[in-house]
């Protein structure tokens, strides 16, 4: 069965330091895998897309690996600030015709003064 | 360049009653997708429209429906609402099937 899970499901740090979200996944065959942000009552915003060739992507303070052939996949957040309290939602698409995306429940950062 | 827009933002409705919701994608987009979102299951997906045409369909009962315009804005309606109705929905388009999502700010929907 297809299935993307997050760790930890709520994160609470101090502002300033850095965090890594963690993404495992049983999806196959693989596309790619994306992390996406989301405010709170907002809608979601792509931070990275990554293929099964990309090991690491970064979108300035964001850092994302993935390691195909372990199915999994880490969101390293560095030199946290308030406005990273969000929800992290990890997202993994298939190879099938029908492009089917399965998604993660997210991981839920707060950063605290 | 102009985000995805969905309208209304809040809405309330009673158990029984049917809602229908909007969308507009960026200009260009042509694939149109629209997920349910509470906070127990997270993100689901409900369907994907690309050009008029509904290409994908998730696990939800025939009570959930949608469809696309000529212009690629698309609706989606729930009829004969239940209280777990209740949640974020929110579309999202991207120019190719396996291209960046760009979501919109979503519709909250509250059925009493």
């Known amino acids: 069965k297809n299935q993307v899970e997050q760790s930890p499901q709520s994160l609470i740090i101090l502002e300033g330091k850095n965090c890594t979200l963690q993404?495992?996944?049983?999806?196959?065959?693989?596309?790619?895998l994306r992390w996406y942000k989301q405010d709170t009552g907002r809608g979601p915003v792509s931070l990275t897309i990554?293929?099964?060739?990309?090991n690491t992507k970064s979108n300035g303070r964001y850092t994302a690996t993935l390691d195909a052939d372990t199915k999994q996949s880490s969101l390293h957040i560095t030199a946290s600030q308030l406005s990273d309290s969000a929800s992290y939602i990890c997202?993994?698409?298939?190879?099938?015709?029908?492009?089917?995306?399965?998604f993660g429940t997210g991981t839920r950062l707060t950063v605290i003064p | 360049k102009a985000g995805v827009t969905q309208t209304p933002r809040y809405l309330i409705k009673t158990r029984g009653q049917q809602v229908t919701l909007s969308c507009s994608p960026i200009?260009?987009?042509?694939?149109v997708s629209w997920y349910q979102q509470t906070p127990g299951q997270g993100l689901q997906f409900l369907f994907e429209?690309?050009?008029?045409?509904?290409?994908n369909k998730g696990n939800f009962p025939g009570r959930f429906s949608g469809r696309q315009f000529s212009n690629s804005r698309s609706e989606m309606n729930v009829s004969t609402l239940e209280l777990g109705d209740s949640a974020l929905y929110l579309c999202?388009?991207?120019?190719?099937?396996?291209?960046?999502?760009?979501f919109g700010e979503g519709s909250r929907l509250t059925v009493l």
């Open positions: 999202a388009s991207s120019l190719a099937a396996t291209g960046e999502l760009f």
């Open positions: 993404c495992n996944y049983t999806v196959s065959p693989f596309s790619n």
């Open positions: 990554m293929t099964f060739s990309e």
């Open positions: 997202v993994v698409s298939d190879q099938t015709g029908a492009n089917n995306l399965f």
């Open positions: 200009s260009g987009h042509r694939s």
């Open positions: 429209y690309f050009s008029e045409t509904q290409r």
